[in-house]
């Protein structure tokens, strides 16, 4: 940026107001948010301790759905930037209607297919009783240790891939079976193509519409993929909730499994779909401000082109491994990457490669260290004789 370009400055200096001024009302709401539904999913509860009949084994059962939609909504906070961060950093939408919009397409997105939920489910097959809900519960609280511990220090980590590293880190403490398969067919080869899928189809097509905007004005094509990205960021938040909502179905099936109240994985009570999908969606619109500023402002600098071609790329990836190979992707995975491949048709100076290793090794991490945090909890339930 130079003195000579005038309305670069004053375009960052906006974008930095847009997403600072809002933060401390956002908290506000947060807060408001989390105590109203805290308060629907204690008296949701009690209802079902009431109609289930009163028992160790339910009050098990209600307390690992509950934490399960504990995990749902920090998912949705944690992951709100993968869907707006680049549309409110080009000044697309604002931050207010850019939440609105996520939490509303994350709803929608939450209905439409299972395939995930049931390949969640299948990571740990043979889950019985208290113990099984034992691991169930382990498994999700080191998913939201960590998801809290990257959260706080702004760093855009796979929720999806914290849940599953802490179900294959309790199961292993616990010695029951894990679907060593599915985790190498669904998880791990995905992890590894999906963001290299990003960079270079993010990369491709950026170059195609640079070649195809080659001869229009700059400021015009500003403005018009400015509207465009409104509608990709739609698209990016619907597949948020394709993908991540499935993830907490999964859990959630797992418990009623393990407690006999379901007799196999393959079917998603509707119940189940309806409170994962409005989880998510009060977490999306609680806002995740410091993951959208890693992303929005920090590994790259966006415009409204850019951020048009890396929300497209992503929710392309997101749409496919959904519903053609039911594979729990991370979203946050995928839009970082694509956010770089677009970045890098500038010139590759003109990603932050620091800020972006301190991504990747977060990603490296998310896995064992969400199954490490899983193992403790499950051995301190051990320790008590759960």
Not at 115 to 141: C, H, M, N
Request: glycine share 10%; proline share 4%; aromatic share 8%.
């Amino acid at each position: 940026m130079t003195v000579e370009d005038p309305q670069k400055l004053i375009d960052a200096v906006q974008v930095g107001h847009d997403l600072d001024k809002p933060q401390q009302k956002q908290n506000r709401l947060s807060t408001y948010v989390s105590m109203g539904g805290a308060l629907v999913a204690l008296v949701a509860g009690v209802i079902t301790i009431l109609t289930l009949g009163p028992s160790v084994e339910t009050f098990a059962l209600v307390a690992v759905v509950a934490i399960a939609l504990g995990f749902d909504y920090t998912n949705g906070f944690h992951d709100a930037a993968n869907a707006i961060a680049t549309s409110v950093s080009t000044r697309a939408l604002t931050p207010r209607a850019a939440l609105m919009m996520a939490a509303i397409m994350n709803l929608l997105g939450a209905f439409v297919g299972v395939g995930v939920a049931k390949t969640i489910a299948d990571i740990l097959p043979d889950l019985q009783g208290l113990s099984g809900l034992a691991v169930v519960f382990a498994a999700l609280a080191g998913a939201i240790i960590w998801n809290l511990i990257t959260w706080w220090f702004g760093l855009p980590s796979s929720s999806s891939h914290a849940l599953i590293g802490g179900l294959v880190g309790a199961g292993v403490a616990a010695a029951t079976t894990v679907g060593w398969d599915k985790v190498l067919e669904k998880v791990v080869i995905p992890m590894i193509i999906s963001p290299f899928a990003g960079f270079a189809l993010g990369y491709l097509f950026m170059v195609i519409i640079l070649w195809l905007f080659r001869r229009a004005k700059p400021a015009r094509v500003s403005r018009g993929f400015r509207i465009v990205q409104s509608a990709s960021a739609a698209a990016m938040a619907f597949g948020h909730g394709l993908q991540d909502a499935q993830k907490t179905m999964g859990v959630i099936v797992l418990a009623l499994v393990a407690t006999g109240h379901q007799a196999h994985a393959d079917h998603v009570p509707v119940w189940v779909i309806f409170v994962s999908a409005s989880a998510l969606s009060l977490g999306t619109y609680a806002g995740g401000w410091r993951i959208m500023r890693t992303l929005g402002r920090r590994v790259i600098e966006l415009d409204p082109p850019k951020g048009f071609a890396a929300e497209a790329t992503a929710a392309s990836i997101l749409y496919v491994a959904a519903i053609g190979f039911h594979a729990p992707i991370s979203t946050t995975h995928v839009i970082s990457s694509a956010i770089m491949g677009v970045g890098a048709t500038k010139r590759l100076s003109a990603v932050r490669w620091g800020v972006a290793g301190n991504i990747l090794m977060a990603w490296v991490l998310t896995l064992p260290a969400a199954g490490l945090m899983a193992a403790l909890v499950f051995t301190v339930f051990k320790i008590f004789g759960v």
